[in-house]
Protein backbone atom coordinates (compact mmCIF):
# COMPACT_ATOMS: atom_id res chain seq x y z
CA UNK A 1 0.00 0.00 0.00
CA UNK A 2 1.29 3.69 -0.88
CA UNK A 3 2.02 5.41 2.16
CA UNK A 4 1.64 8.86 2.49
CA UNK A 5 5.33 10.53 4.00
CA UNK A 6 5.48 14.01 5.15
CA UNK A 7 8.71 16.32 6.31
CA UNK A 8 10.60 19.17 6.90
CA UNK A 9 8.87 20.30 10.43
CA UNK A 10 10.82 21.45 13.23
CA UNK A 11 11.41 24.64 15.24
CA UNK A 12 11.26 28.24 13.86
CA UNK A 13 11.44 31.69 15.18
CA UNK A 14 8.30 33.86 14.58
CA UNK A 15 8.48 35.41 11.25
CA UNK A 16 10.50 32.37 10.29
CA UNK A 17 9.74 30.03 6.87
CA UNK A 18 9.55 26.60 6.62
CA UNK A 19 8.65 23.96 3.89
CA UNK A 20 6.78 21.05 4.40
CA UNK A 21 6.87 17.97 1.75
CA UNK A 22 4.63 15.47 0.91
CA UNK A 23 5.43 12.51 -1.18
CA UNK A 24 2.97 9.91 -1.72
CA UNK A 25 4.24 7.43 -4.58
CA UNK A 26 1.55 6.53 -6.23
CA UNK A 27 1.78 6.14 -10.84
CA UNK A 28 -1.01 7.84 -10.55
CA UNK A 29 -0.13 10.81 -8.29
CA UNK A 30 -1.26 13.85 -10.69
CA UNK A 31 -4.78 12.75 -10.36
CA UNK A 32 -5.00 13.53 -6.35
CA UNK A 33 -6.32 16.49 -4.59
CA UNK A 34 -3.18 16.88 -1.94
CA UNK A 35 -4.27 18.35 1.44
CA UNK A 36 -2.95 20.10 4.76
CA UNK A 37 -4.31 19.88 7.52
CA UNK A 38 -2.87 20.53 11.48
CA UNK A 39 -3.69 20.25 14.98
CA UNK A 40 -2.89 22.04 17.60
CA UNK A 41 -2.83 20.98 21.32
CA UNK A 42 -5.97 20.44 22.93
CA UNK A 43 -7.73 21.71 19.63
CA UNK A 44 -9.05 19.54 16.40
CA UNK A 45 -7.73 19.26 13.38
CA UNK A 46 -8.21 22.24 10.98
CA UNK A 47 -7.95 22.35 7.19
CA UNK A 48 -4.86 24.61 6.05
CA UNK A 49 -4.41 24.61 2.47
CA UNK A 50 -5.35 21.96 -0.92
CA UNK A 51 -4.10 22.21 -4.72
CA UNK A 52 -6.33 19.46 -7.14
CA UNK A 53 -5.13 17.78 -10.08
CA UNK A 54 -5.45 21.25 -12.01
CA UNK A 55 -3.29 23.16 -9.89
CA UNK A 56 -6.56 25.29 -7.73
CA UNK A 57 -5.45 25.72 -4.93
CA UNK A 58 -7.65 26.51 -1.14
CA UNK A 59 -6.16 28.37 1.97
CA UNK A 60 -8.11 28.74 5.12
CA UNK A 61 -8.18 32.53 5.88
CA UNK A 62 -5.15 32.60 9.03
CA UNK A 63 -2.78 31.64 6.39
CA UNK A 64 -3.45 33.42 3.16
CA UNK A 65 -0.83 35.15 1.97
CA UNK A 66 1.54 33.43 4.39
CA UNK A 67 1.11 30.08 3.02
CA UNK A 68 1.44 28.48 -0.65
CA UNK A 69 0.79 25.08 -1.51
CA UNK A 70 2.15 23.63 -4.99
CA UNK A 71 2.57 20.07 -6.54
CA UNK A 72 5.28 18.64 -8.36
CA UNK A 73 3.67 15.31 -10.12
CA UNK A 74 6.72 14.08 -11.87
CA UNK A 75 8.34 13.77 -8.30
CA UNK A 76 4.96 12.98 -6.90
CA UNK A 77 5.38 15.66 -4.42
CA UNK A 78 3.65 18.27 -2.66
CA UNK A 79 4.63 21.42 -0.84
CA UNK A 80 3.53 24.27 1.88
CA UNK A 81 5.60 26.76 1.92
CA UNK A 82 4.63 28.48 5.38
CA UNK A 83 6.05 32.09 5.65
CA UNK A 84 5.92 34.50 8.73
CA UNK A 85 4.99 32.20 10.86
CA UNK A 86 3.30 32.97 13.83
CA UNK A 87 3.43 31.18 17.19
CA UNK A 88 -0.18 30.04 16.84
CA UNK A 89 0.39 28.24 13.44
CA UNK A 90 2.26 25.65 15.73
CA UNK A 91 0.51 22.05 15.34
CA UNK A 92 1.16 18.72 13.98
CA UNK A 93 0.61 19.17 10.45
CA UNK A 94 -0.97 16.51 8.12
CA UNK A 95 -0.61 15.75 4.55
CA UNK A 96 -4.10 13.84 3.02
CA UNK A 97 -3.59 11.94 -0.42
CA UNK A 98 -7.91 11.58 -1.97
CA UNK A 99 -9.51 11.13 -4.74
CA UNK A 100 -12.52 8.52 -5.11
CA UNK A 101 -12.15 5.47 -2.83
CA UNK A 102 -9.06 6.73 -2.06
CA UNK A 103 -8.35 9.00 1.34
CA UNK A 104 -4.85 8.54 3.16
CA UNK A 105 -3.28 10.46 5.78
CA UNK A 106 0.90 10.60 6.86
CA UNK A 107 1.46 10.71 10.17
CA UNK A 108 2.04 14.72 10.46
CA UNK A 109 5.38 16.61 11.23
CA UNK A 110 5.43 18.72 14.46
CA UNK A 111 5.96 22.38 13.58
CA UNK A 112 6.67 24.63 16.46
CA UNK A 113 6.78 28.33 16.24
CA UNK A 114 8.84 30.11 19.48
CA UNK A 115 11.04 32.23 20.24
Known sequence: QVQVVESG??????????????????SIFSVFTIGWYRQAPGRQREFVANINSNHVTNYT??????FTIS?????????????????????????????????DWGKGVLVTVSL
Open 9 to 26: GGLVQPGGSLRLSCSYAS
Open 61 to 66: ETVKGR
Open 71 to 103: RENGEKTAYLQMNSLKPEDTAVYYCNVRWIKTD
